[in-house]
């Protein structure tokens, strides 16, 4: 689905296009608004990531999640409690588009699985992976890095509890970035907190651009 | 000799990934892992099939739940 925003007031899309390339300059404005990058699940980690990349001035947004925004999404997620019981990408998309109206955002309220991973990502050239499960971690980062096109994968892995901000790295292999501490998962008594999450939501989608600036023509 | 994670260990003749797993320390009840073999991916269903080669450069990442 094809989101578009109707302003309200006396801005337009090229008032933000022309913003952008005052801002970062019109060589960065102009990579970042051609390029596509897939969220793959629109938690802690990918709606953080979303906005940062939205107000970065990325082109296209690929959203992919199948859940709807619950009260427990409240202490990390880009959710206010008007969300609640709204799917994620729906309401993610709306924020987005408030943010930066002249993005585009191509939206699937899907689970993510082997047989789709391939066709919902096709258009981007990186991935940021941000879901829960480590299976379904997994199951994305080989499905894309082993498919037929060349693209980034950008995973987040251990961002569980707080502070330590020493221990969050990044660390690459091959087209697999991966940001975390790499130890703390999720558990009984390790809860996901916002400002840890949002560290790595957000060095995702810094090495996101990263990998977009660097990329070979 | 193989290299895990920067790490050296010894190479055996017939050595497949999970072997490498083994030796490197890892038990697989830890089930989330990305594996590369000189930077090329190798599939999970190739692990016990794939025959790994003296000199070679194997990274695991641990994929932990949190997202």
Redesign the interface.
Known sequence: MLYTYYMSNNYSVLDFDTMYRHMHTAEVAEKLKVSVVGIA?L????SNAAVALARAGIGTLILVDFDRVELSNLNRQCYTIDDIGKYKTEALAERLKKINPSIRLLVYTVIITRENCQRLFKDASVVV???????V??LI??TL??GPRKLSVV??????GFGKNEEIKE?R??N?T?I?D??????EGVP?LAPR?GIVANMQANAVIERIMTEEE | MIQVNGKEFLWKNGMDLYDVFKSAGYTLSKPSLLVHVNGEVVKREQWDSFSVKDGSVIDLVNLLRGG
């Open positions: 699940g938690g802690g980690l990918g992976e941000a879901v829960d499960d480590p299976s971690k997994e980062i080989e890095l082993t995973a987040g892995s251990g961002m569980g660390r292999v091959g697999l991966v975390g790499g130890k703390t998962a999720v558990a996901l999450v």
